[in-house]
């Protein structure tokens, strides 16, 4: 496995400990359908939480949270409704990005709910 996918599956795991943590329910993790995927879903509440997971080993090029671009946000809506129309779910929704820079052992994170609206 490439350096990149270790760290990016060692984030979600600290992401997945830390939403848990903060009593969030785990639904599903790395969720696909067709070519789209989501790190995970989870329900904080009555709400379904759709998460985006960016884990760098440091922030020289910005945070980890900029690289969710407008295309990527579009993309995650798509998979967000399919997930939604394949349960048949009717709940508020929303987009949580959790950002991690993971250097020499130490993890920060920043949640930031509500990260975009679709």
Same mark, same amino acid.
């Given at each position: 496995?490439?350096? &990149?996918?270790?760290?990016?599956?060692? +984030?979600?795991?600290?992401?997945?400990?830390?939403?848990?943590?903060?009593?969030? %329910?785990?639904?599903?993790?790395?969720?696909?359908?067709?070519?789209?995927?989501?790190?995970?879903?989870?329900?904080? +509440?009555?709400?379904?939480?759709?998460?985006?997971?960016?884990?760098?080993?440091?922030?020289?090029?910005?945070?980890?949270?900029?690289?969710?671009?407008?295309?990527?946000?579009a993309y995650l809506?798509?998979?967000?409704?399919?997930?939604?129309?394949? &349960?048949?779910?009717?709940?508020?929704?929303?987009?949580?990005?959790i950002s991690i820079?993971?250097?020499? +052992?130490?993890?920060?994170? %920043?949640?930031?709910?509500?990260?975009?609206?679709?």
């Open positions: 496995m490439a350096k &990149h996918n270790e760290l990016g599956k060692k +984030g979600e795991e600290i992401a997945i400990q830390y939403l848990t943590e903060k009593g969030y %329910e785990i639904l599903e993790r790395n969720w696909r359908n067709r070519h789209k995927e989501v790190d995970i879903i989870a329900k904080d +509440g009555e709400d379904l939480v759709i998460v985006e997971v960016k884990t760098r080993r440091s922030s020289d090029y910005g945070d980890p949270f900029i690289a969710v671009s407008r295309q990527k946000q809506i798509a998979a967000a409704n399919a997930f939604i129309f394949s &349960h048949n779910l009717d709940c508020n929704t929303r987009f949580d990005i820079v993971h250097n020499n +052992g130490n993890s920060e994170i %920043e949640h930031i709910e509500d990260a975009f609206l679709p």
